[in-house]
């Protein structure tokens, strides 16, 4: 039964044209010549077909397996040309991008330097009118959205009752309050406000901080001191900014699994683990990982796959691993700068997800630039993604696919 085919291609002069074919019978090799004759492209290094007739009368089977080879290497032909005719594209719009995106992305950055002001402000009299010592983003919001929630908080203070309103000052004096996922009270004693959530579960936090805080967070500590003095001294991080009771509910269930255990065991994985390792107590859906020099432990853990995991990570690694992210990281800043200061950039950014190796190299070509396309990127914020176009952020930066940079012929 014939198969209706479509899709579109992208033409020498950047346009698309719209492709469509009605595929039927056995034959591949005429079905790659089909496609081809439609795209406008050239059939003649397609595979030579010897002994047409034999292969007529052995049938299918035969006919696939002698073209298959040949099809293979059309295939890699063909990506090998998109790949090439990508990087040629790269080359030249990349600047011919940054020069049509400038002037959107100096207005984009003045509206921005306008906003931050204003929320400053807004920073400012929460302050004045609470007490706190600092207001934080788990998340990069957009602005608007960061005003509104600073709105917000005035607003609860403004129209709240004398005593609703004396407590909340007395649950936020003296604290940080971050904005973020969820409304909790933080591992360090200060504030979350969940910025998709309504005034009522803000101010409910602010209750709750005012009951127990003080006992919580020294009952964390306490069970802190507990895991070191379990596992031989080590280091036990916590987060400053989990939520202080569900990181208390992973502590103590992870205490319950490792005394549940002989005492030859917890003596194997002491022997396993060096003295201040870092280490830390993950929620029940984590898995046993080493991140940046740093074991983490699900507070379920199967305390068999524990001591295997130590012992094929050990302490070694763990801090080879941690002085390596270091390194990488130090490493990159004084590349970025080198790169900053050739392109007289005002900013350079990147995806914290982006591979090093990967970056490194993009960063080293960037530092490579001639200097008579300088012009191009000077007094521009670039971000480096892996998204698939050039755009303009809200905060004015240009975003940058990777792939663009590396494909770019200096």
């Known amino acids: 039964m014939p198969v209706n085919v479509e899709f579109t291609v992208r033409d020498t002069l950047s346009n698309f044209k719209s492709i469509r074919i009605f595929l039927s019978g056995a034959d591949p090799a005429e079905i790659i010549k089909l496609a081809l004759e439609r795209c406008?492209?050239?059939?003649?290094?397609?595979?030579?077909?010897?002994?047409?007739?034999?292969?007529?009368?052995?049938?299918?089977?035969?006919?696939?397996?002698?073209?298959?080879?040949?099809?293979?290497?059309?295939?890699?032909?063909?990506?090998?040309?998109?790949?090439?005719?990508?990087?040629?594209?790269?080359?030249?719009?990349?600047l011919k991008e940054l020069s049509k995106n400038r002037e959107l992305a100096m207005q984009r950055r003045d509206g921005h330097k306008v906003m931050v002001e204003i929320i400053e402000d807004n920073i400012d009299e929460i302050k004045r009118k609470t007490g706190l010592t600092q207001i934080l983003w788990s998340i990069n919001w957009e602005l608007t959205f960061m005003r509104r929630c600073l709105i917000n908080v005035l607003e609860m203070i403004n129209y709240a009752d004398k005593h609703s309103k004396d407590v909340i000052i007395y649950s936020l004096n003296g604290r940080q309050l971050t904005f973020g996922r969820g409304s909790?009270?933080?591992?360090?004693?200060?504030?979350?406000?969940?910025a998709d959530d309504a005034i009522g579960a803000w101010q409910k936090i602010c209750i709750e901080s005012t009951k127990f805080l003080t006992f919580e967070v020294h009952n964390l500590e306490r069970l802190v001191e507990r895991v070191a003095e379990l596992l031989g001294g080590i280091n036990l991080l916590v987060q400053p900014h989990d939520g202080l009771l569900q990181t208390i509910k992973n502590v103590k269930l992870f205490i319950a699994r490792i005394c549940s255990q002989p005492p030859s065991e917890l003596s194997k994985i002491n022997s396993l683990l060096k003295k201040d390792q870092q280490v830390q107590i993950m929620n029940g859906y984590s898995e046993l990982a080493l991140l940046r020099g740093i074991l983490q432990i699900?507070?379920?853990?199967?305390?068999?796959?524990?001591?295997?995991?130590?012992?094929?990570?050990?302490?070694?690694?763990?801090?080879?691993?941690?002085?390596?992210?270091?390194?990488?990281?130090?490493?990159?800043?004084?590349?970025?700068?080198?790169?900053?200061?050739?392109?007289?950039?005002?900013?350079?950014?990147?995806?914290?997800?982006?591979?090093?190796?990967?970056?490194?190299?993009?960063?080293?070509?960037?530092?490579?630039?001639?200097?008579?396309?300088?012009?191009?990127?000077?007094?521009?914020?670039?971000h480096l993604g892996s998204g698939p176009k050039v755009f303009v952020l809200a905060s004015g930066k240009i975003s940058v696919p990777i792939e663009m940079i590396e494909d770019f012929e200096i």
């Open 40 to 94: 406008e492209l050239s059939t003649a290094h397609l595979p030579v077909r010897d002994n047409l007739s034999q292969n007529t009368k052995i049938g299918t089977k035969t006919s696939q397996q002698n073209f298959a080879p040949g099809l293979d290497e059309i295939w890699k032909n063909l990506q090998e040309n998109e790949r090439l005719r990508q990087k040629r594209f790269y080359a030249v719009n990349l």
């Open 298 to 382: 699900p507070c379920n853990v199967d305390i068999q796959a524990l001591k295997h995991f130590i012992d094929k990570n050990d302490a070694s690694k763990a801090e080879k691993m941690r002085k390596e992210y270091f390194e990488q990281k130090y490493f990159l800043e004084s590349v970025k700068n080198s790169t900053v200061s050739h392109l007289e950039l005002t900013s350079l950014s990147w995806d914290a997800d982006l591979n090093f190796t990967r970056l490194l190299d993009a960063l080293r070509k960037l530092s490579k630039i001639q200097k008579e396309q300088i012009s191009h990127f000077s007094g521009l914020q670039i």
């Open 184 to 194: 909790y009270i933080c591992c360090n004693g200060s504030l979350q406000f969940g």
